[in-house]
C-alpha cells in the first residue's frame, strides 16, 4: 500500500499539539499569580488562557498588573522549559514521515521564537519543522487568520492547499478564517465536545490516528 498526503502543506500549533507543553503552562501562570498578586489560579482556568498570546490574556485578567505577570511567567517559564516539557508519543515519526511524502510543515504558534524553539528542541523536532509565524510576525492573532496567512506567504503557498492541526477552537477559528482546512486533536488543552463544535474536518484522539489523517493509505 502506498501513502498519499491529503494535503501538499501542513500547518501545526505547538502547545498542546506537538509539545505537552499544558503542565509547564499552567504551572506559569500559577507562578505568576502567586508571585505578583498572591492569588492561586485554578487549572481549568490557566487551560483557557492557551492558544492566546500571552501578554493579552494577562491584560485581560489584570490590566494593572498583566505586565508585571508577563515577566514573573516568561521567567519562571524559561527556568523550568528543560524540567516541565514532555513530548508526544509518535510526534517526530509523524513528522518524518510528513518530510518523506513531500509534505512542507511548519509551526504557527502565539509564543515567541525564543520559546518556541526551546519546546521543539526539548520534543526532539527541531530540526523537522520550520518555525514561520511566531508572535513577533503578526500584528494580530489567533482566532484572526493573520498568523496562517503569514505562513502561506512565507512558504510561498496557497490558504486553500494548507491544513491546520492545533488542539484549541481558537486554532480551527483561524484555520477556517484564513480559508483552510483544520484538524483538531484532543490530546492538548481543548475540551473535545468544543472542539466538534466548531467544525473541524477532521477530530482525532492521538498521534496515530492523525497520521492516517494527513497521509491516508491507498
Do not use: Q
Amino acid at each position: 500500500m502506498t501513502a498519499s498526503p491529503r494535503w501538499p502543506t501542513v500547518f501545526f500549533d505547538l502547545d498542546g499539539t506537538l509539545a505537552d507543553t499544558i503542565p509547564l503552562i499552567v504551572a506559569s501562570y500559577r507562578h505568576a499569580f502567586r508571585t505578583v498578586l498572591g492569588e492561586e489560579v485554578a487549572e481549568d482556568r490557566a487551560r483557557a488562557w492557551i492558544g492566546r498570546p500571552l501578554l493579552e490574556a494577562l491584560l485581560e485578567e489584570s490590566p494593572e498588573h498583566g505586565h508585571a505577570l508577563d515577566v514573573a511567567y516568561r521567567e519562571w517559564n524559561l527556568a523550568n522549559t528543560a524540567r516541565l516539557i514532555r513530548r508526544y508519543d509518535g510526534v517526530p515519526e509523524l513528522l518524518a514521515l510528513l518530510t518523506a511524502a513531500g509534505v512542507r510543515t511548519a509551526v504557527v504558534t502565539s509564543k515567541r521564537r525564543e520559546t518556541a524553539r526551546l519546546a521543539l528542541e526539548g520534543v526532539g523536532a527541531d530540526h523537522l519543522v520550520e518555525v514561520v509565524a511566531a508572535l513577533e510576525d503578526t500584528e494580530r492573532h489567533k482566532p484572526a487568520p493573520d498568523p496562517l496567512l503569514h505562513a502561506a506567504a512565507a512558504l510561498g503557498v496557497r490558504p486553500d492547499d494548507c491544513v491546520y492541526v492545533g488542539d484549541a477552537t481558537v486554532d480551527v477559528r483561524a484555520a477556517r478564517a484564513a480559508g483552510m482546512a483544520a484538524v483538531a486533536v484532543t490530546w492538548g488543552a481543548g475540551e473535545p465536545a468544543a472542539l466538534a463544535a466548531e467544525g473541524p474536518d477532521a477530530l482525532v484522539d492521538d498521534v496515530a490516528a492523525l497520521g492516517a489523517v494527513l497521509v491516508p493509505a491507498s
